[in-house]
């Protein structure tokens, strides 16, 4: 069974912290990994990884993928109140169904 | 404007009664997904579609159907069987059943009373 842990569950930090949010996972014939930033309603899409040590980058944010020891994190710089939402992290295996972790709260505090 | 509509955004129902979710796309995309969201769960795979006339069913497909009849439409029906229907439904699509990023419309609240 695919299974994909992301940690911390949840945090609060300042505006213009830096922070880190993790991914592991187990899954078989692993195809992809994504990010998604959901803020109470659809998830919208942020990055998807498919090879290892390859950073993707956008704006503040970026991710990047370690396929020998599983896991992906993603990185906020600079944070600001916008920022606060549930990040998810999925991985796509056989037939390109995405698992789901349960998500990080992210709180930024002005 | 290009996108998937899910309607409509808040149900009501009494325990008992089927229930259907309608999901559009003009996306021209070939797989489709629902969805559900509880709290503190992530989310989880009811059904997948990766063709017209063609479904799967995913990790939670109990109480649950659906009908992929035309490449815009995925109609989830929720029935009596489902035990716990309350929650937070979604619809995604995408290019192809490839790697391909998925999509989400912006979700129908169900709630069963």
């Known amino acids: 069974e695919d299974k994909v842990v992301q940690s911390p569950l949840s945090l609060v930090v300042h505006e213009g912290d830096t922070v880190t949010l993790n991914c592991s996972y187990e899954?078989?014939?692993?195809?992809?990994l994504l990010w998604y930033k959901q803020e109470k309603k659809a998830p919208t899409f942020l990055f998807m990884l498919t090879s290892s040590g390859i950073e993707k980058k956008s704006g503040r944010l970026s991710s990047i993928l370690d396929k020998k020891e599983l896991f992906s994190i993603l990185n906020i710089t600079a944070t600001q109140t916008g920022d606060s939402a549930v990040y998810l992290c999925?991985?796509?295996?056989?037939?390109?169904?995405?698992?789901f972790g349960k998500g990080i709260t992210l709180s930024v505090r002005p | 404007d290009g996108g998937i509509t899910q309607s409509p955004k808040y149900l009501f129902r009494k325990e008992g009664q089927n229930v259907t979710l309608s999901c559009e796309q003009n996306?021209?995309?070939?797989?489709m997904y629902w969805y559900r969201q509880d709290p503190g769960q992530g989310l989880r795979l009811i059904y997948y579609?990766?063709?017209?006339?063609?479904?799967q069913k995913g990790d939670i497909a109990e109480g649950y159907s659906v009908s992929r009849e035309k490449k815009e439409s995925f109609p989830l029906t929720v029935t009596s069987a489902q035990k716990n229907p309350t929650a937070f439904y979604l619809c995604?699509?995408?290019?192809?059943?490839?790697?391909?990023?998925?999509?989400f419309g912006p979700g129908t609240r169900l709630t069963v009373t």
């Open positions: 999925a991985v796509a295996g056989a037939n390109s169904k995405l698992t």
């Open positions: 899954v078989t014939n692993f195809r992809s």
């Open positions: 579609s990766q063709i017209v006339n063609d479904f």
């Open positions: 996306l021209n995309h070939d797989a």
């Open positions: 995604a699509s995408s290019l192809d059943a490839g790697p391909y990023e998925q999509y």
